[in-house]
C-alpha cells in the first residue's frame, strides 16, 4: 500500500482551529457585553428611582389664615412622598412682598422659627395631633405651620403680615423649600381683614 499525504485534510483541520478561535473570541466578548450592559441597566434603574422618587416630593397648601389680625399666618400643609421623611430642620421658607412703593420685603427660615404660636417653642404640628414639634414630615400627613411677617432684620415689624397687606392693597408670597432643590409657592391675599378669615 502506497503512503500518501491528504493536503485538503490539513486545510480542513486549520480552518477548524481557526473557527474554534473565532468562536470563542465571539462568545467572550458576548459575555463582556452584556455584563457591560446589565451593569450600565442598574444604575440607570437606580437613578430613575432616585429621580422619580424626588419628582414626586411635594408640599400642597391646604389652606391658610389670619392667626392674630396682626402679623401672624397659619398655614396648613401636606406632605407627599414617594421616598423617605424629611427633617423638619431641613425645611425652609420665604415670605416676601413688595410694598405700594416697590421696596422687598423680605423674611427667611426654616419651619421651626415662629415664635407667636400657642406654644412659643412649637412652629409646626400635626393636624389632630398634640401641639408638639414633630422631628420629621411623614408623607401623606398634614401639619399646621405659624409664621409671623416682618423681615430678616431686627426688629423685625409687620411687614408682608396679614395686616401690613390690607393695608397696602398687595400680595404677598410664601415659599417651602425641600431639602433637594423642589419648592412649593403660596399667593397671599387678604379679602376680608379679621382673625381666622382666609388668605388664599
Not at 77 to 92: C, F, M, P
Not at 97 to 104: E, Q, R, Y
Amino acid at each position: 500500500m502506497e503512503k500518501s499525504e491528504d493536503i485538503l485534510a490539513q486545510v480542513g483541520i486549520g480552518a477548524m482551529i481557526l473557527f474554534i478561535g473565532s468562536l470563542i473570541a465571539i462568545v467572550s466578548s458576548a459575555y463582556v457585553m452584556i455584563a457591560q450592559l446589565e451593569v450600565i441597566t442598574q444604575n440607570t434603574q437606580a437613578v430613575v428611582s432616585t429621580a422619580s422618587k424626588e419628582a414626586h416630593t411635594q408640599v400642597v397648601f391646604v389652606g391658610a389664615w389670619i392667626e392674630d389680625g396682626y402679623d401672624d399666618y397659619l398655614f396648613m400643609i401636606e406632605y407627599q412622598s414617594l421616598g423617605k421623611e424629611i427633617n423638619v430642620v431641613d425645611v425652609g421658607f420665604t415670605l416676601w412682598c413688595l410694598d405700594s412703593a416697590g421696596t422687598l420685603h423680605r423674611k427667611t427660615g426654616d419651619l421651626r422659627t415662629w415664635t407667636s404660636g400657642p406654644d412659643r417653642n412649637v412652629a409646626i404640628w400635626e393636624v389632630g395631633g398634640a401641639i408638639e414639634e414633630p422631628t420629621s414630615l411623614e408623607s401623606g400627613k398634614r401639619y399646621f405651620i405659624g409664621v409671623d411677617g416682618g423681615t430678616d432684620a431686627f426688629p423685625a415689624g409687620d411687614q408682608c403680615g396679614p395686616n401690613f397687606i390690607e393695608n397696602e392693597g398687595i400680595v404677598a408670597y410664601y415659599t417651602i423649600y425641600l431639602p433637594f432643590g423642589g419648592h412649593t409657592t403660596q399667593e397671599l391675599r387678604v379679602t376680608t381683614f379679621a382673625v381666622g378669615e382666609s388668605v388664599i
